[in-house]
């Protein structure tokens, strides 16, 4: 029998041997054109179901976000339009909630396969740009942006934009680049779908039009088919969709205009310069990350020294100048005009509004050409990502229970609006004996009554002039309605009038809740309510 001695020295060497494998693996994988597709689809099915598991323990102690309960209901009923938004996002979520329960950790796994599907599509668009490892690099810097990981969890039409406009810019790139007439229609209908997403893709459908204009070799695409069957195929696709406008008398610009219209310069400045620090503040995360992966010392040497290895003189064979140049513009047309677009009609400028806009940051940063990216690098910022992704997991519980224990009276992020669907259920199935067919009260507050109760009732929103079209008063008197008022909310005394004027019959109850999450008591919230039976 014999014994193998093995030396600290040669473990460390084994152990560095090994790393130097993986890093090899990782480089050729996303090199080959064969496993590079493999690599990237794993890599976005492991990002979604990691940081699902992360959301599912993060919001532990909270109820769904409305905009979620929002989406569900408009999927209970498939429209074209659903008074504020156009109806893609209502469409994928009914037909996803047909196929997985209704439950939190459902809604979080769809954001994030939202976001992986966004990944793999952002990817096919950097190998039109960049070579494949330049184009593998670019993903894993976008799964480390705050937005496709823990700032994405909640699923709405921004979210869905993060799919829709990488499909737009695809297209634009195959159009621009073929100049055929089936690439037109790719484009045309690659449009429509991102107008059915949000009207707010308008900025970036202008700025394909603007890169469209400004590129070189716009003459050569302006004179192919491909733009003007693209104009043609997107006016027809939208056309059930502009009929639905009509009928409803444009209501969603009437809720872009009644929201969003803002009086005061100094708010609007105020807000367009929150805007500007948020997302950048955002996009400073991954930007630090890739800089740590690429510019790390070899060998420890002095960060000046390694940093100097990232650049290089020349072009880059990596890089396809021509279609670098589109993305550069398509990207700095979507940064500067929707603050400068604020500033000058004094709109109300959301935080929210740059989710969908920056996808384009990373590879417009890869694509510069002196720019070196060596093939250790995409093991470095792929054993960032895991790191960072695990380490979140692993905080996720204490993370949720420092925050309920810190704000134990935030009522808006803590109310038990899930416990309440259940008792309201439960009451009126004791009454009647039916099922609940339309919830009256806020978006905050009747959106998630329909998400968590077992009968899924109809939202309606007392006075709201962009109603989604789910139910109408008329209905709700017919089928009968529980009316909700949230005795914490500023609207509390319009809210009262509403249920007193319509519901003069309705049996009046109090109901109190309260959400205790590992021991950690969260806010006490009086519900007023009003119970109208139906009609006889």
Known sequence: MS??????AKSRMRRRFTVRRLAAWVAASAANPKTAPWLVTGFAAAHAVLWTLVLCNLKAAQDVHMDVAEAFAWGQKFQFGYGKHPP???????????LFPVADWSTYLLAMTTLGCGLVVCWRIALRVVDRRRAFFSVVMLALYPIFNFKGFKYNPDLLQLVTLPLLVLAYLDAFEKRSARAGLWLGLAGALALMTKYWVLTMIGAVGLAALLHPDRLNFLRSPAPWVAIATLAIAMIPHLLWLREVDFVPLTYAGDVYGLESRAQNFQLVLGYIAHNLGLLAV????????????????????????????GAHPGVNLPRAINVWIIQIIVALGPPLGALIFTVYMKTDWGISLFF??????????ALRVRKIALFRIAAIWLVVTLAVLAASPLIAEHEI???????????????LARELTEAW???FNTRWAVVAGTTEIGEPVTFYSPDHPAPFTPGEVWSSGLTSLEEAKRLGFIGICD???YRLAVCEAWMNENAPQAERLTMTTQRFFHGFPGPRTPWKIWIAPPAK
């Open 487 to 489: 005795t914490t909310d």
């Open 286 to 313: 991954p930007g630090l990350l890739a800089a740590l992966a690429l510019c790390w010392p070899a060998r420890w040497r002095m960060p000046p020294a390694s940093a100097t290895r990232v650049w290089s003189r």
């Open 88 to 98: 893609l996002a209502g469409w994928i979520a009914g037909l996803w909630f047909r």
């Open 405 to 419: 224990e810190r704000n134990p009276n935030a009522s808006s992020t803590y109310a038990l609006k899930s416990g």
């Open 429 to 431: 199935h004791a009454r």
């Open 3 to 8: 014994t193998a001695l093995f030396s600290p």
């Open 360 to 369: 384009l940051v990373p590879l417009t940063l890869l694509a510069i050409p």
